[in-house]
């Protein structure tokens, strides 16, 4: 699976989760030939209209030199660099292998409240990490731990997730300064991570920690294997961050009052957080054994929500599907423009980028046509519910960016039958579109049927988890289950 596309002068850096769940790196050349964008229009004078290709809607395309060491190449021109690769490379990028996920939670000084991550002027106490193995690590930089603290921990750890049957196992690692425990941490553990995430990890944890280990002299570029950062967040480059709150409320039916990991944690889990009735700062410097296991349960717990709900996943395969780096899953136009792009590039089609973009400022679109309601009291309501009903309007009528023809008056019939006359399709609104199938309705339908067999599948093994608890509860023998795994073909799925 996709994660990065980095350009670092005329190197492509293309990273990728390989079926080990580990993320691999691919150093890709960018020829002289294929150091350009495409423009829609002539930058300057050395600017060559290009004979074969065209933009997306027919018209001229022009190619503009770049210098790769002072400028990038926009994400269509990288796409498409990454498309011609050959089929065995890509097949490795863009196979659906998910990646090892470590979820983190760090601890701070309050003083006066929670202080501002863009500031990060208090201390980070500790850093917690659960690993894809279920080891929950614990940095801590000053404050130090016994042996017998330690144990006590991992009983504590032990009994906390005993009804849900869980076992983490707990370790320590003491720094003498917060220095050596964030440097340790950026520098020798989150360039080995495929994936880092954790409960509102994008405004807090990392954003704090960012901010804290440049007032402490620390590069935050050491994170990241090749030393980039990239991103809103800052995010090193080549590793995953996702801040599962996020994915949560994004990838998930629930919907709640409040989205506090100890109310989330509690409904999905039956799990909460370690209670308390002192300060986090009382609770550090009068008992930081039951500190450093508050920690440990935070981080813990998050992946138990990740392994309950799997939001994240659902994230992550919406980005395979569109053949896009994973971290733009939550982007809702960059899977469908990256689908399209690819279906142009095969008719000799590119996405053209206007060298001077026109201002659009107070431009506004109209809306959905949502149908007045007529107050009072009525008999006989009913409710109807179409299944995916704007992509099937979509595929009907063949709307697509490049079937449209023209827009009638709206109230025009005897105009509108005239086209339908000629060949076209006319909407109620007074759009023409062609009725040659358009890329937009074919990804559509690729899509739906896809979705189509996805959710079969996903019936069928849901079907079979219920019988499985059933055979366990009737205390059915090895055989038996062994036999019902190999009917169904789960005997590679289930271990």
Sequence with gaps: MLLDIIQDGTNLQVSYWGDDHKTHIEIIKIPESEQ?????????????????????????VYKHKINPFKE????????????????ELKEKIFSYNVPEIFFIDIENLMQEGKPDPEKADKPVTVIGVCCPNDTVMVLSGGHNLTKKEQTTIQEKIDDHFSQVERKFKFIFRYFNTEYDMIYFFFKCLVPKMSMVSGWNVDDYDWRYMFNRSKLLGIDPAI????????????????????DYLKAYKKWTWNSNENYKLDTIGEKLCKIKKVQHMESLDDMYNNNFEK??????????????????CSALTCGLTTAWLGHIKAMDCFGTTYSTENLLRSAYLKEGKVLGVDPVPKKKEGEKYEGAF??????????????????????SLMRQFNIGPDTLVRMLPENDETLKQEWRDKGYIVCASGAVYKKEDGNLKKI????????????KTSFKYTQCMYDLK??????????????????NELDNVVR
């Design 370 to 391: 949502v149908k007045q309601p007529v107050p009072g009291l009525h008999k006989y309501c009913m409710c109807n519910d179409y299944s995916s009903l704007y992509p």
């Design 444 to 455: 559509i339908t690729d899509l739906y049927f896809k979705r189509k067999a996805y959710k």
């Design 223 to 242: 994170a990241s294997p090749t030393h980039i950062l990239t991103g809103q967040v800052d995010r090193p480059a080549h590793v995953g961050l996702v």
């Design 470 to 487: 059933d055979m366990v509860k009737n205390n059915a023998s090895d055989e038996e289950i062994e036999d019902y795994l190999k009917k």
């Design 36 to 60: 350009f964008i495409w423009l829609t229009s002539p930058k300057d004078k050395s600017d060559i209209k290009d004979k074969d290709i065209k933009n997306w809607d027919g018209k001229p």
């Design 72 to 87: 990038k190449l926009n994400r269509y021109r990288q796409y498409e660099i990454v498309d011609s690769l050959s089929d």
């Design 291 to 308: 500190y450093v296991y508050y920690n440990a349960i935070d981080c813990c717990l998050v992946k138990l929500i990740h392994e309950t």
